[in-house]
């Protein structure tokens, strides 16, 4: 029998399978900084990660699952952000700036989010059923305003 309200009584939640961070001090600080954020507004996620664009290193990651790895992923991850913004150039769209991509599976929903200054990709992956869409995106804006201001 699955009951989501047990995942939150302390003993019985989940415990993260792996967590990476980088070995720069100042980047690892910023990306565990978001993390912890996202985890304490969100503590039934099911993935986050915090990726630097410019090389696709996953500079932190929080999973739940085996199945969502992070560090596998997030080299598609850069390549979809990439391939949007150069059809945001080929299509003379350059005003607007891509800010989030959501990935809808039927029991999961996936936010790729963007920091104001681009360098930093922001990844969480939540159940369906465990949070409200609107709420969750609210919460990577603030977490990626945290890594902007704490990574710069």
């Not at 978001?34 to 932190?60: H, I, N, R, T």
């Not at 800010?99 to 996936?110: D, F, G, K, R, Y």
């Not at 360098?119 to 992956?125: D, H, P, S």
């Amino acid at each position: 029998m699955n009951l989501p309200f047990l995942r939150n009584l302390p003993g019985l939640g989940r415990r993260p399978l792996f967590k990476v961070v980088a070995t720069s001090e100042a980047t690892a600080t910023g990306a565990e900084a978001a993390l912890q954020y996202l985890l304490a507004e969100l503590p039934e996620l099911l993935m986050a990660a915090v990726v630097a664009v410019d090389s696709g290193q996953v500079l932190a990651s929080y999973a739940t699952q085996p199945q969502l790895w992070p560090s596998t992923a997030a080299p598609f991850w850069i390549a979809a952000v990439q391939q949007l913004q150069a059809s945001q150039v080929a299509q003379d769209s350059e005003l607007e700036q891509l800010e989030e991509i959501l990935i809808t599976l039927p029991s999961q929903l996936h936010l790729l989010h963007l920091t104001p200054t681009r360098q930093y990709l922001l990844c969480l992956a939540i159940a369906e059923t465990d949070t409200n869409l609107a709420l969750a995106r609210e919460i990577m804006r603030q977490a990626s305003d945290l890594t902007t201001k704490t990574l710069i």
